[in-house]
């Protein structure tokens, strides 16, 4: 079940060093990059690994800790049948470069992550809010976004 | 210092600490009924089971000291075992209770069942049957059946309090937690048994059946019935406070209570409560009052000015809503006639500087006039586990009745009631009388107090090196002498905690308003002098509060529009012209401040009931019939830039002046004294019914012989035409010819009279009440 | 006697409407029971004996609803559209006989309002018309599928159109008239038309079904696709009006396939007149039949099965035709 | 085009005669409140924009409110055609993080009821996308059968619906009597329906006409846009999670992964059908292996509710049972992706855990929704009709979408 | 061309043989299919043999439910008449038929076997207050307010 890509880590670790962190994992290969090289690492997985299938781009917040947003990337390969995760931190303010252009598929979850977390990805075609209204206020799925509201009987 | 390893971390702590202790503070954590920190370890309950090296069976980890080079193991097969048996044991006898008992769902038991226990018992024998839902008082039920003797309810009321009320019963498995004798516990700390019980077995009785952890909102919260401003956590649920627990905040507080702030939340459903406004005491002008109130203010300031307004901000507001009503009475009204309610002692805040931790480093605590069990009760707790403590202390007091208890030695040197300025200041020249300050009291010799008793207080203040002073602020000349004393102490800590309440005034100087002793008292007199058109009080009844009931009576009569915001009917709703339902404490988010001057926030965690409505509705709506404009500075933020919570205090200078001998009036009468009574705080309770003292005025027995009063009976007290009627009781500890009133009291209002020599008579008929 | 005829001629209008209002209610419910029954359920059947009230229900559903005309819509047009689809469909009726003459007072009574010699092109005359009922109706409801389903509508009319008319040019050129009446009577004497004719039949029959837009051929409506296309924004009587058009349109369409070439009211032991509402009913079966069973036409499909397969087919046979005719085959 | 570039030529602010028309959100055949902004000319699509959002219930902010056994009813109602995958889903990532040791015989009755519920799922899917391309009856004749196989979830699960049949643990109750041999009788009815289904469409010249060549989804589509599942099989790639990620002990099950290379309606059309036949080869095959009676459910009860007859007389039961259900049992920290095989692709969940017995963060990676994204490509050129084509063969469930 | 002909022949024989098969609906009320043992309907509050109610309060299915749709109000029981079979009962129990999505779980929670869910889902009303099913609507299954 669990498939990992052996030396793919080497590999990675060597094209770009420091800015890839591998990281323990019950599932599947996962690593961490720096928000920099998050497309590089993006273009190199897809064109020279053959991590060619896009599978999700989400968001966890770690309200209050810093930098509070862990945006997780999926990828699949879908020769081997083998996924890779790769995530990024970064703060609230801190834009991320879009991957719509490696991954078409990424547009929707990006539209998605900056509607319900407030991410904002740098270079996305159209980065609305996908499933609230335009006017909606504050981003629901933060950690300190206010639930309960109103009782309607 | 001592090194060991729990778990495969190591760690460094105290020669003496408890393997538990270390643990938690690893974050590593050991499952234990028994063990409190407060109360010290016993190894009753054998939960805290945990392996140790080269020992060879399981150790309990509460009373296990760490020892040099220690490995120890929370977890493993034999401390799982060990367990494991220990809970099956503790489930024996337990009942099936989970889905009855109240409990459930914050119950150590199930918690450690459920994380180390069996999944099924083996015992399949018929349990024991004890009492259930069985009375410790009037507050605490107990259900022995549910109990796992940890004991640390009788260790608490026996060690802790020191009112031992509560005793371990029988042998074996009959073993049973009881009171002495079956007589309900009286103890006013009788709730915390309820926070430390670990099971299901000590319940509040108001409690019962209210709700369930999964039903209800539990916010933070800050207790305002006295000016201890002890933290709790207020249980909300269907819109109403259910219950109120103690919050333990670390370093500061271990969260106990007092009965009076545990059970006393239900003044909010009160049937005296205000929940609709009213004109002129008609319910049927509720809609239009908030209205009415905008017409009149700007009927008066078009014809009178602004200034004719006057503005007096009580204590029961969060200090956010005290800067909202100043910020509108400033900026939107204009008039500079604004005051707080109580008679706060303006020329002494400078020294006003006393914390909790200075109770507990103190080596001479002096009580100035304030009984704590009675006035502020969780300091007496503090006051009493300093008293335990290794390090001497002493604990003195100049008041006019005995202070000391079986539960606090407490030296007191008995003065006539008003006098205890002249006896401290008499006392301070005694010793420190080079110092100019103290030159400045020109204090006289105290007629009726023994001169070692004055010598030796003197020899107290001088000497200490670490003096802590509890203040009942009833008299304003005390506080020139210890801004005498502090200044002649020098660098010598002197700290002193104002024990008066509500003690918010201190964070409404930091919202805008002036601590002006004389503020209210001068605004009072303009109104009775006819300069005042408008007079508008939030949260305050005057009538009530005020040491000279004649001034304020006089002065609201004067005025021709009285407004009244408040939480209950005012004293006598006559002499108001309109009534504003206040959202209280619980109900509105903001800030309080205790007597250490230290913010504390608190969550509202019901809704107002009926029309009440935060301040800032009221001033809103009157600004709109103004026509002006009023931003309510939401942002305002009473913490300020610093993060610190208390409250800095360096505007104002501490003021000396000479002391003028008291008047003792004459001879033939008895001396009133009186002092504050938390129970008999004016916030209504009717769970605290059976508490309320039925006689509260006190005398001693010979002058009870003398009145011919056996046990309990009803006087008069009259001075200058005035009169008011007392129920009183035999107390031992008061001194012959004094009488207590306690303060405060709608049904004898010791206002009326104010303090000194009264003329005292028995009344033959017995109250009813 | 002009009274007397005229008399006749009054009650047979207002015969000839009810029965079309009643045949149209009954085949809406004939229609809803036989899907039902088609497709494993039961149909209506809660109103009335075996749901014989339903059309009553429907009928006064309808006349009670709401009137609604979308904001922005041509007033006049969006009211004029139901009225000229329901006209066209009632009028092309006057010229079908219903069964044999008869003999009352005296009087020949022939069972069609009118009977004009060239009765075939009044009919097909008055049912073009109906188009403009769905394009002005979809034009004027000032909504986008009503638009797309009127303009669709027109466009395959039409095409249609050509196709039906070259196919029953063959009948008129094998019985020498136009005359429907005489074409019945020509048929009693030479056989149904329906064999030699089979061609000519068939053609007429799909691009009948396309007449009346009924699937495979429901593109102007197109539940799937346009909601509901031309008649999306109507309600109400304006709706029913549609409606009726739409079934009236059917019966018609039927009531020519029966007297062009199966033979019109002629049939053994029952009276005419009954035999040919049962043939009718065969022809509604059939609609109600494809309708459960086939898909619709994609419309680029549609145009071309119409213009290159049907009138190609239909020139090709009506050719034939004229040349078996003409006797030259 | 030529007459176009003649207008244009004309008067270029003529040149766009196009209209946008708003296919949705209430619309017969967008399969819920799915709205597609068209840019037509003509009737042929010039863009086509999917506008969605219109369900969004907040499912991911619920959940994390939720205990981990109370979230299996959230997961019902993302597909709430194929409750059973996405309660696998869930299930498997909670089990997987929490390294539960589920009994075989659990695991297989799973198997048996997610390909039910792809059978199920997959009528509803061809009786409507037929209905959309006009043909009415077949609608209902799947639904008849769908019905039989909502008929045994009920016997199982007790709803129809919603089941949250599967927990995590294992099942929610054992399964009924008798169940087999209706299981049985329906593997040996389904067949002669399904006959009943192809000859409605077989060859039939409508339906291939709107099908074949329409929508066109090739294989780098699918890899760009994470387009899984049957869409995916019709551009040739034999991948299926089923088989290159068995779960549930799926790898003891013979069946084959049907394709399709032409990439279009009419390939998605035949893999789905094809689909049909491989699940009924696997409910017979799980039938043999499991007995109508047994274990269901893991014995560990910090997981799994004590039995009943335990919490009346057992303290520990008790305080287990009200333990499980208040607070509901930890989870360790860490986070897990974990993805099956749904009758819409692949059906996933992210969870995080912060050792509470609530989740972190609660991912639902539902297929529809990168199945949805490709819209834009595969209406473009179309006619109106093929974007309802297009919409129906992609199978899109918006529940799943907008979670 | 001949091969699509003949395809919808036979799809038109296929319809035209569905007239012949058993009718797969009910005419509803007055034939209703059957149930499985199991299924999820409306709640019911059980009683003993003594005719005590079997509910305590405990508030479990109120924390289990996942769609907050319980709400359950316990007090003391009067020691002279009994209502439940122990000393607590429920005053109030309220299930908010809108909120419920039937997941059954309040009917695994329950440590005394009070609620159950019955296979009555005959539901629908006017209003919503006639949704909300209070504890005397719960004693009686089946009847609506």
């Known amino acids: 079940m669990n498939r990992l890509d052996t030396g793919l880590i080497e590999r990675l670790e060597e094209k770009f060093g420091e800015a890839v962190k591998p990281r323990e994992s019950i599932d599947f290969t996962t690593i961490v990059v720096d928000p920099e090289h998050l497309l590089a690492l993006a273009e190199f997985l897809k064109a020279a690994e053959g991590y060619q299938m896009f599978n999700d781009v989400l968001v966890v917040d770690w309200f209050p800790s810093r930098p509070r947003f862990e945006v997780v990337y999926q990828v699949f390969h879908p020769e081997k049948i083998m996924r890779l995760r790769f995530k990024s931190f970064v703060g609230e303010n801190q834009p991320l470069p879009s991957l719509v252009g490696v991954f078409e598929g990424a547009n929707w979850p990006e539209r998605e992550a900056y509607d319900l977390f407030g991410v904002v990805f740098e270079g996305h075609p159209d980065l609305t809010r996908i499933y609230l209204p335009d006017d909606w206020e504050g981003h629901p799925l933060r950690k300190d976004y206010p639930t309960g509201g109103n009782r309607i009987d | 210092m001592i090194r060991l390893t729990i778990d495969d971390q190591e760690i460094e702590v105290r020669e003496g600490t408890m393997i538990a202790d270390a643990a938690a503070r690893l974050g590593i954590d050991i499952p234990v009924y028994c063990?409190?920190?407060?109360?010290?370890?016993?190894?009753?309950?054998?939960?805290?089971?945990?392996?140790?090296?080269?020992?060879?069976?399981?150790?309990?980890?509460?009373?296990?000291?760490?020892?040099?080079?220690?490995?120890?193991?929370?977890?493993?097969?034999?401390?799982?075992?060990?367990?494991?048996?220990?809970?099956?044991?503790?489930?024996?006898?337990?009942?099936?209770?989970?889905?009855?008992?109240?409990?459930?769902?914050?119950?150590?038991?199930?918690?450690?069942?459920?994380?180390?226990?069996?999944?099924?018992?083996?015992?399949?024998?018929?349990?024991?049957?004890?009492?259930?839902?069985?009375?410790?008082?009037?507050?605490?039920?107990?259900?022995?059946?549910?109990?796992?003797?940890?004991?640390?309810?009788?260790?608490?009321?026996?060690?802790?309090?020191?009112?031992?009320?509560?005793?371990?019963?029988?042998?074996?498995?009959?073993?049973?937690?009881?009171?002495?004798?079956?007589?309900?516990?009286?103890?006013?700390?009788?709730?915390?048994?309820?926070?430390?019980?670990?099971?299901?077995?000590?319940?509040?009785?108001?409690?019962?059946?209210?709700?369930?952890?999964?039903?209800?909102?539990?916010?933070?919260?800050?207790?305002?019935?006295?000016?201890?401003?002890?933290?709790?956590?207020?249980?909300?649920?269907?819109?109403?406070?259910?219950?109120?627990?103690?919050?333990?905040?670390?370093?500061?507080?271990?969260?106990?209570?007092?009965?009076?702030?545990?059970?006393?939340?239900?003044?909010?459903?009160?049937?005296?409560?205000?929940?609709?406004?009213?004109?002129?005491?008609?319910?049927?002008?509720?809609?239009?009052?908030?209205?009415?109130?905008?017409?009149?203010?700007?009927?008066?300031?078009?014809?009178?000015?602004?200034?004719?307004?006057?503005?007096?901000?009580?204590?029961?507001?969060?200090?956010?809503?005290?800067?909202?009503?100043?910020?509108?009475?400033?900026?939107?009204?204009?008039?500079?006639?604004l005051s707080i309610s109580r008679d706060v002692p303006g020329y002494v805040p400078r020294v006003l500087n006393g914390t909790y931790a200075d109770i507990a480093d103190a080596d001479t605590i002096l009580l100035v006039g304030v009984d704590p069990y009675e006035a502020v009760p969780v300091v007496h707790l503090k006051l009493r586990e300093r008293q335990k403590s290794k390090r001497p202390v002493k604990i003195l007091a100049v008041a006019p009745r005995d202070l000391s208890r079986d539960s606090l030695d407490v030296n007191t040197l008995i003065t006539h009631a008003g006098q205890e300025a002249?006896?401290?200041?008499?006392?301070?020249?005694?010793?420190?009388?080079?110092?100019?300050?103290?030159?400045?009291?020109?204090?006289?010799?105290?007629?009726?107090?023994?001169?070692?008793?004055?010598?030796?207080?003197?020899?107290?203040?001088?000497?200490?090196?670490?003096?802590?002073?509890?203040?009942?602020?009833?008299?304003?000349?005390?506080?020139?002498?210890?801004?005498?004393?502090?200044?002649?102490?020098?660098?010598?800590?002197?700290?002193?905690?104002?024990?008066?309440?509500?003690?918010?005034?201190?964070?409404?100087?930091?919202?805008?308003?002036?601590?002006?002793?004389?503020?209210?008292?001068?605004?009072?007199?303009?109104?009775?002098?006819?300069?005042?058109?408008?007079?508008?009080?939030?949260?305050?009844?005057?009538?009530?509060?005020?040491?000279?009931?004649?001034?304020?009576?006089?002065?609201?009569?004067?005025?021709?529009?009285?407004?009244?915001?408040?939480?209950?009917?005012?004293?006598?709703?006559?002499?108001?012209?309109?009534?504003?339902?206040?959202?209280?404490?619980?109900?509105?988010?903001?800030?309080?401040?205790?007597?250490?001057?230290?913010?504390?926030?608190?969550?509202?965690?019901?809704?107002?009931?009926?029309?009440?409505?935060?301040?800032?509705?009221?001033?809103?709506?009157?600004?709109?019939?103004?026509?002006?404009?009023?931003?309510?500075?939401?942002?305002?933020?009473?913490?300020?830039?610093?993060?610190?919570?208390?409250?800095?205090?360096?505007?104002?200078?501490?003021?000396?002046w000479a002391l003028k001998p008291p008047n003792l009036g004459n001879a033939s009468g008895m001396e009133l004294v009186t002092g504050a009574l938390v129970i008999e705080n004016g916030i209504p309770s009717h769970i605290l019914e059976p508490r309320a003292p039925k006689f509260p005025g006190r005398i001693s027995p010979q002058d009870a012989e003398i009145l011919g009063i056996v046990g309990q009976g009803l006087v008069r007290l009259g001075k200058d035409g005035r009169e008011i009627r007392v129920p009183v009781t035999v107390d031992e500890r008061m001194t012959p010819g004094r009488i207590f009133v306690p303060l405060g009291m709608a049904s004898c209002p010791v206002n009326r009279l104010g303090l000194g020599a009264v003329e005292v008579a028995r009344l033959e008929e017995v109250p009813t009440t | 006697m002009i009274l007397l005829q005229t008399i006749f001629l009054i009650i047979k209008i207002v015969l000839l409407i009810g029965i079309l209002m009643g045949g149209f209610a009954y085949a809406t419910l004939l229609e809803r029971r036989l899907l039902g029954f088609f497709q494993l359920r039961l149909g209506p059947n809660r109103v009335g004996p075996g749901g014989l009230l339903q059309p009553i229900a429907d009928g006064l559903k309808m006349a009670l609803k709401e009137d609604l005309m979308?904001?922005?819509?041509?007033?006049?047009?969006?009211?004029?559209?139901?009225?000229?689809?329901?006209?066209?469909?009632?009028?092309?009726?006057?010229?079908?006989?219903?069964?044999?003459?008869?003999?009352?007072?005296?009087?020949?009574?022939?069972?069609?309002?009118?009977?004009?010699?060239?009765?075939?092109?009044?009919?097909?005359?008055?049912?073009?018309?109906?188009?403009?009922?769905?394009?002005?109706?979809?034009?004027?409801?000032?909504?986008?599928?009503?638009?797309?389903?009127?303009?669709?509508?027109?466009?395959?009319?039409?095409?249609?159109?050509?196709?039906?008319?070259?196919?029953?040019?063959?009948?008129?050129?094998?019985?020498?008239?136009?005359?429907?009446?005489?074409?019945?009577?020509?048929?009693?004497?030479?056989?149904?038309?329906?064999?030699?004719?089979?061609?000519?039949?068939?053609?007429?029959?799909?691009?009948?079904?396309?007449?009346?837009?009924?699937?495979?051929?429901?593109?102007?409506?197109?539940?799937?696709?346009?909601?509901?296309?031309?008649?999306?924004?109507?309600?109400?009587?304006?709706?029913?009006?549609?409606?009726?058009?739409?079934?009236?349109?059917?019966?018609?369409?039927?009531?020519?396939?029966?007297?062009?070439?199966?033979?019109?009211?002629?049939?053994?032991?029952?009276?005419?007149?009954?035999?040919?509402?049962?043939?009718?009913?065969?022809?509604?079966?059939?609609?109600?039949?494809?309708?459960?069973?086939?898909?619709?036409?994609?419309?680029?499909?549609?145009?071309?099965?119409?213009?290159?397969?049907l009138l190609p087919a239909a020139l090709i046979y009506f050719l034939a035709t004229a040349l078996f005719v003409s006797g030259v085959l | 085009m030529a007459t176009k570039e003649m207008r244009a030529e004309r008067d270029p602010a003529l040149t766009d005669e196009t209209m946008v028309i708003n296919l949705g959100p209430q619309h017969p055949s967008t399969h819920g409140v799915l709205r597609v902004r068209l840019t037509l000319d003509g009737e042929r699509v010039v863009k086509a924009e999917p506008v969605i959002g219109y369900l969004h219930t907040g499912f991911e902010k619920t959940a994390e409110t939720l205990t981990y056994q109370q979230c299996n009813t959230i997961t019902d109602r993302l597909d709430y055609l194929a409750p059973m995958t996405n309660n696998l889903a869930f299930v498997l990532a909670v089990e997987r993080m929490m390294d539960i040791e589920v009994p075989k015989r659990a695991q297989y009755v799973r198997v048996l009821f997610s390909e039910l519920?792809?059978?199920?799922?997959?009528?509803?899917?061809?009786?409507?996308?037929?209905?959309?391309?006009?043909?009415?009856?077949?609608?209902?004749?799947?639904?008849?059968?769908?019905?039989?196989?909502?008929?045994?979830?009920?016997?199982?699960?007790?709803?129809?619906?919603?089941?949250?049949?599967?927990?995590?643990?294992?099942?929610?109750?054992?399964?009924?009597?008798?169940?087999?041999?209706?299981?049985?009788?329906?593997?040996?009815?389904?067949?002669?329906?399904?006959?009943?289904?192809?000859?409605?469409?077989?060859?039939?010249?409508?339906?291939?006409?709107?099908?074949?060549?329409?929508?066109?989804?090739?294989?780098?589509?699918?890899?760009?846009?994470?387009?899984?599942?049957?869409?995916?099989?019709?551009?040739?790639?034999?991948?299926?999670?089923?088989?290159?990620?068995?779960?549930?002990?799926?790898?003891?099950?013979?069946?084959?992964?049907?394709?399709?290379?032409?990439?279009?309606?009419?390939?998605?059309?035949?893999?789905?059908?094809?689909?049909?036949?491989?699940?009924?080869?696997?409910?017979?095959?799980?039938?043999?292996?499991?007995?109508?009676?047994?274990?269901?459910?893991?014995?560990?009860?910090?997981?799994?509710?004590?039995?009943?007859?335990?919490?009346?007389?057992?303290?520990?039961?008790?305080?287990?049972?009200?333990?499980?259900?208040?607070?509901?049992?930890?989870?360790?920290?860490?986070?897990?992706?974990?993805?099956?095989?749904?009758?819409?692709?692949?059906?996933?969940?992210?969870?995080?855990?912060?050792?509470?017995?609530?989740?972190?963060?609660?991912?639902?990676?539902?297929?529809?929704?990168?199945?949805?994204?490709?819209?834009?490509?595969?209406?473009?050129?179309?006619?109106?009709?093929?974007?309802?084509?297009?919409?129906?063969?992609?199978?899109?469930?918006?529940?799943?979408?907008?979670? | 061309m001949l091969d699509g002909v003949k395809a919808i022949a036979k799809g038109m024989a296929t319809t035209f043989k569905a007239l012949s098969e058993p009718r797969d609906t009910y005419p509803y009320p007055e034939k209703r299919r059957e149930y499985s043992p199991r299924f999820r309907g409306k709640h019911m509050l059980a009683r003993d043999a003594d005719g005590h109610e079997l509910c305590v309060g405990c508030g479990l299915c109120e924390a289990v439910c996942p769609a907050h749709a319980i709400r359950v109000v316990a007090a003391e029981a009067p020691s002279d008449q009994p209502v439940s079979w122990t000393s607590r009962y429920s005053v109030d129990y309220e299930v908010d038929l809108i909120r419920c999505i039937f997941c059954g779980m309040c009917e695994e929670a329950c440590p005394t076997n009070a609620v159950r869910l019955t296979p009555f889902n005959e539901l629908a009303a006017y209003d919503r207050e006639t949704m909300i099913a209070d504890k005397e609507e719960l004693l009686r299954p089946a009847i609506r307010k």
């Open chain 2, 422 to 656: 002249q006896v401290l200041g008499w006392a301070l020249s005694q010793g420190m009388g080079t110092h100019p300050a103290v030159k400045k009291l020109a204090a006289t010799a105290p007629v009726g107090v023994a001169d070692e008793d004055l010598t030796a207080l003197s020899e107290a203040l001088g000497s200490s090196e670490h003096l802590t002073i509890l203040w009942d602020g009833l008299q304003n000349e005390v506080g020139s002498v210890l801004a005498a004393l502090a200044d002649a102490r020098g660098e010598k800590a002197t700290r002193i905690l104002p024990t008066w309440g509500p003690s918010n005034w201190r964070g409404f100087e930091r919202a805008g308003f002036s601590a002006d002793f004389d503020a209210l008292t001068s605004l009072l007199e303009d109104a009775r002098a006819g300069k005042i058109q408008m007079l508008m009080t939030f949260g305050a009844d005057l009538l009530r509060e005020y040491p000279d009931e004649r001034l304020v009576r006089e002065a609201l009569q004067k005025v021709p529009h009285v407004v009244f915001e408040g939480l209950f009917r005012p004293t006598e709703p006559s002499l108001y012209g309109a009534q504003l339902p206040q959202a209280g404490p619980g109900e509105v988010a903001g800030t309080y401040v205790n007597m250490e001057a230290r913010l504390l926030s608190a969550t509202p965690s019901v809704t107002p009931p009926g029309q009440a409505r935060p301040v800032k509705s009221y001033l809103t709506a009157w600004a709109h019939a103004l026509n002006k404009p009023f931003v309510a500075d939401d942002d305002w933020d009473p913490y300020g830039d610093d993060t610190a919570d208390l409250l800095p205090f360096d505007g104002i200078q501490a003021k000396v």
């Open chain 3, 70 to 309: 979308p904001n922005g819509a041509d007033p006049f047009v969006y009211r004029l559209a139901p009225v000229v689809a329901l006209f066209a469909a009632l009028s092309v009726d006057a010229v079908i006989p219903f069964g044999a003459p008869v003999h009352l007072f005296g009087l020949t009574v022939y069972l069609d309002i009118a009977n004009p010699s060239i009765g075939l092109l009044i009919a097909f005359a008055f049912s073009s018309l109906g188009v403009y009922g769905l394009v002005l109706g979809g034009w004027a409801s000032q909504n986008k599928y009503s638009l797309l389903g009127g303009i669709r509508a027109s466009a395959q009319i039409i095409s249609y159109e050509l196709a039906m008319g070259l196919a029953v040019l063959g009948v008129i050129m094998t019985t020498g008239t136009a005359n429907l009446y005489d074409i019945v009577v020509y048929q009693h004497h030479h056989g149904w038309l329906w064999l030699p004719q089979i061609g000519a039949f068939l053609i007429y029959f799909v691009t009948g079904i396309a007449e009346t837009n009924r699937t495979p051929f429901d593109l102007p409506e197109a539940e799937s696709e346009l909601v509901a296309g031309y008649h999306t924004e109507y309600s109400g009587m304006r709706f029913a009006s549609y409606y009726i058009a739409e079934y009236v349109n059917m019966i018609t369409v039927s009531g020519l396939a029966v007297t062009l070439f199966f033979g019109g009211w002629l049939g053994p032991w029952l009276p005419p007149i009954i035999w040919f509402f049962i043939k009718i009913g065969i022809f509604l079966f059939i609609f109600i039949w494809i309708r459960a069973t086939l898909p619709r036409f994609r419309y680029d499909k549609l145009m071309n099965f119409g213009w290159k397969f």
């Open chain 4, 117 to 403: 519920t792809r059978v199920a799922s997959h009528l509803v899917w061809l009786g409507t996308h037929v209905m959309d391309l006009g043909a009415m009856s077949l609608f209902f004749y799947c639904m008849r059968e769908r019905e039989v196989i909502l008929d045994l979830i009920e016997a199982a699960a007790g709803v129809r619906m919603n089941p949250s049949y599967f927990r995590v643990g294992g099942l929610a109750y054992d399964l009924p009597e008798g169940f087999h041999e209706k299981v049985r009788d329906f593997l040996k009815d389904f067949p002669r329906w399904m006959t009943t289904y192809r000859n409605l469409v077989d060859g039939n010249p409508l339906i291939n006409e709107r099908l074949v060549g329409i929508s066109l989804l090739d294989r780098q589509t699918c890899y760009q846009y994470g387009v899984t599942g049957p869409n995916m099989r019709a551009t040739g790639l034999a991948l299926d999670l089923r088989k290159d990620e068995p779960y549930c002990y799926y790898d003891e099950f013979e069946f084959a992964v049907p394709t399709r290379t032409q990439c279009d309606a009419y390939a998605r059309f035949w893999v789905r059908v094809e689909e049909i036949y491989e699940s009924m080869k696997i409910i017979d095959q799980v039938l043999g292996k499991i007995s109508p009676q047994g274990e269901y459910a893991t014995t560990d009860r910090k997981v799994s509710l004590p039995p009943r007859d335990e919490i009346y007389g057992n303290m520990e039961a008790l305080i287990h049972q009200f333990k499980l259900v208040t607070a509901g049992f930890p989870v360790p920290q860490g986070e897990v992706y974990q993805a099956v095989e749904g009758p819409r692709g692949e059906m996933g969940f992210y969870l995080v855990s912060d050792g509470g017995p609530k989740p972190y963060r609660w991912r639902a990676r539902t297929p529809s929704y990168y199945n949805l994204q490709t819209m834009p490509i595969i209406a473009k050129d179309g006619l109106v009709a093929d974007v309802i084509t297009a919409i129906g063969s992609i199978d899109i469930m918006l529940g799943d979408v907008d979670k």
């Open chain 2, 35 to 337: 063990y409190h920190e407060a109360l010290g370890p016993l190894g009753a309950c054998r939960m805290c089971l945990v392996g140790v090296e080269k020992m060879p069976k399981l150790a309990t980890a509460c009373t296990t000291a760490v020892q040099d080079g220690m490995v120890v193991h929370t977890y493993g097969e034999a401390v799982d075992k060990g367990r494991k048996g220990v809970l099956e044991f503790l489930l024996i006898n337990h009942p099936l209770d989970c889905p009855v008992c109240d409990k459930g769902g914050e119950c150590f038991l199930q918690d450690y069942t459920f994380q180390y226990g069996p999944p099924k018992g083996r015992f399949k024998e018929p349990k024991i049957q004890k009492v259930k839902d069985g009375p410790i008082n009037e507050f605490v039920l107990i259900d022995q059946e549910r109990c796992v003797l940890c004991q640390r309810c009788v260790r608490f009321m026996d060690e802790y309090v020191g009112e031992p009320q509560l005793l371990l019963d029988g042998r074996g498995v009959e073993t049973v937690v009881t009171t002495v004798d079956g007589v309900p516990a009286t103890s006013q700390f009788s709730g915390n048994v309820i926070d430390l019980c670990p099971v299901g077995a000590l319940l509040s009785a108001p409690y019962q059946h209210k709700g369930r952890p999964w039903n209800i909102e539990r916010q933070e919260s800050v207790c305002t019935m006295c000016p201890v401003g002890c933290t709790t956590l207020a249980t909300g649920r269907d819109g109403h406070i259910v219950r109120i627990e103690g919050r333990p905040v670390p370093d500061r507080s271990w969260g106990w209570l007092c009965d009076r702030g545990r059970f006393g939340y239900d003044y909010a459903t009160d049937p005296t409560r205000l929940t609709i406004s009213f004109l002129h005491a008609n319910p049927e002008a509720a809609a239009r009052t908030t209205r009415q109130v905008g017409h009149w203010m700007s009927d008066v300031m078009r014809d009178a000015g602004p200034d004719s307004i006057a503005v007096v901000m009580g204590g029961l507001h969060t200090v956010e809503e005290a800067h909202q009503v100043h910020a509108f009475a400033k900026n939107v009204i204009g008039t500079s006639r």
